[in-house]
């Protein structure tokens, strides 16, 4: 075999407690707006770091419980007490909102993010202790004596950052242009979170396995959903290239990849195809957080008086290398494509990008252990009437695969249940599109008893209104034999 034959090395997962900046999401910061008494209502019903530590989802999301995990223990998962507590987390962090906030600080190059003094002088020991940010902090924040921060609250001209529920703030975003709507304090302080927690999953990365160097990674491809640009070209920007700047990957180029949700898994592919082609020896995919979906449903999580599980986070990182012997392979020849001719209707896009890379291989399903899609967690959306999404969308495969002969229709059951993963990742768009997954994955196929697994994941571009389309693709990992 070609030593130029992608693999997957590596693979880190991170979350982010960050109670204090739900109300900066999308959904809370309109209703907010409209009606000021919401937001004594979400801060009455926001977690603490404990809760969130010890809440199954997060457990499995970081790798110390397997997705099936979920399937043994009954809903409501949040009054569940911890199964493994004081456990390390094996695929990463679950950072605190207080050291989330200082490293916006520190990893805003144009200075609009300023802090509260006495906040900092608690939080910088926090940072140099942790081996995962003390590489990060290399310079100090902008500082503000409590008078100052609330002299710039008055004149409003920015946000203010809290901590959870404490009703004292302790930083402020200043608008990067007053006269510019993509350089407003709400849309830096978006792309600063996923540029943050994008660093903090690739810092994982280098965490866990000492022989992945940053100076080795050479291209970073940022599949996140935020839209860095200026008023001219909103969007146009390049993330990629400031996350590896934060993660320290100096000898590193990057571009962004747009697909919605959808695009963690082109990205991989595009990664794969970069190594496969000798272009570049190695090649880091991450999609960093999505603040603007923080809380989305949390009008019915507080109608129903159940906590606003909305308060999470997410980042992934994937580094995707030459064959080494070992890891996963990343089967370029399985990748499945969406045409435009296949158009919207679910049933043709799962025919494009599930059935004809199987019939293209000349593979049954039994030879996949696992068909990964949408993985959000039914605890959120099921509240908010929308269902339990990851068996929807297998039962959706599960009948798509019967009308083609590939499964029996009494088979639909089964196929649910041995082949699809339950649903376990914050709301968090393109994280939860299988991406989530790839830890979990890579565990499988090295150390557990996957042979393959297949990564696939659809994208609404409707939702953009420039078409009525949507897309799709999918990837075969697996196990090196």
Not at 85 to 112: C, Q, S, T, W
Not at 398 to 417: D, N
């Amino acid at each position: 075999m070609s030593n130029l034959q992608p693999v997957i090395k590596a693979a880190s997962a991170i979350l982010i407690h960050s109670p204090g900046l739900v109300r900066y999401g999308s959904k809370p910061s309109r209703e907010i707006a409209a009606r000021p008494s919401r937001l004594q209502e979400l801060l009455g019903s926001l977690r603490t770091y404990e809760q969130a530590e010890n809440y199954l989802p997060n457990d499995v999301f970081l790798g110390k419980q397997s997705p099936q995990s979920l399937l043994e223990i009954a809903r409501p998962w949040f009054n569940q007490p911890a199964l493994k507590p004081n456990e390390a987390f094996p695929f990463g962090e679950l950072v605190e909102e207080e050291r989330f906030i200082a490293l916006l600080a520190v990893a805003d190059v144009f200075k609009h993010v300023h802090l509260l003094e006495r906040f900092w002088e608690d939080a910088k020991p926090r940072l140099d202790r942790s081996a995962l940010c003390r590489p990060l902090v290399r310079v100090d924040p902008p500082l503000l004596t409590r008078e100052q921060l609330r002299s710039e609250i008055e004149r409003g001209a920015g946000l203010p950052l809290y901590v959870g529920t404490d009703p004292e703030p302790v930083g402020w975003v200043r608008h990067g242009n007053a006269e510019d709507e993509s350089l407003t304090a709400h849309i830096l302080l978006e792309n600063l979170c996923c540029k943050v927690s994008a660093a903090l999953a690739v810092r994982e990365i280098f965490h866990q396995d000492g022989n992945l160097k940053p100076q080795d990674a050479h291209f970073v491809l940022s599949c996140s959903e935020e839209a860095v640009g200026d008023r001219y070209q909103r969007g146009g920007g390049n993330l990629a290239k400031a996350i590896a700047e934060f993660a320290g990957c100096d000898l590193a180029s990057g571009v962004d990849i747009k697909d919605f949700c959808a695009a963690p898994i082109p990205a991989m592919v595009m990664g794969a195809a970069m190594v496969q082609s000798g272009v570049v020896e190695n090649v880091l995919v991450v999609g960093g957080s999505s603040l603007p979906k923080l809380g989305m449903k949390f009008l019915y999580h507080v109608e129903k008086g159940i906590p606003v599980l909305e308060d999470m986070q997410a980042a992934v990182a994937v580094w995707i290398g030459r064959d080494d012997g070992l890891s996963p392979i990343i089967n370029l020849a399985s990748v499945g494509r969406h045409p435009v001719r296949s158009g919207a209707g679910v049933d043709q896009q799962l025919k494009a990008i599930v059935v004809e890379p199987l019939e293209r291989l000349s593979l049954d399903v039994a030879a996949v252990d696992k068909f990964v899609s949408e993985l959000h967690n039914p605890e959120i959306t099921i509240p908010a009437n929308g269902g339990d999404v990851a068996e929807r969308n297998y039962r959706m495969l599960a009948a798509v695969l019967a009308s083609c002969g590939k499964i029996g229709r009494g088979e639909i059951a089964e196929f649910i249940r041995k082949k699809g993963v339950p649903g376990y990742v914050p709301t968090q768009g393109h994280i939860a599109s299988a991406f989530a997954y790839v830890p979990h994955a890579l565990r499988g196929l090295t150390q557990g008893e996957l042979r393959r697994c297949v990564l696939f994941a659809r994208a609404s571009l409707f939702l953009g209104q420039m078409t009525q389309l949507s897309d799709g693709m999918s990837l075969l990992l697996e196990r090196h034999p």
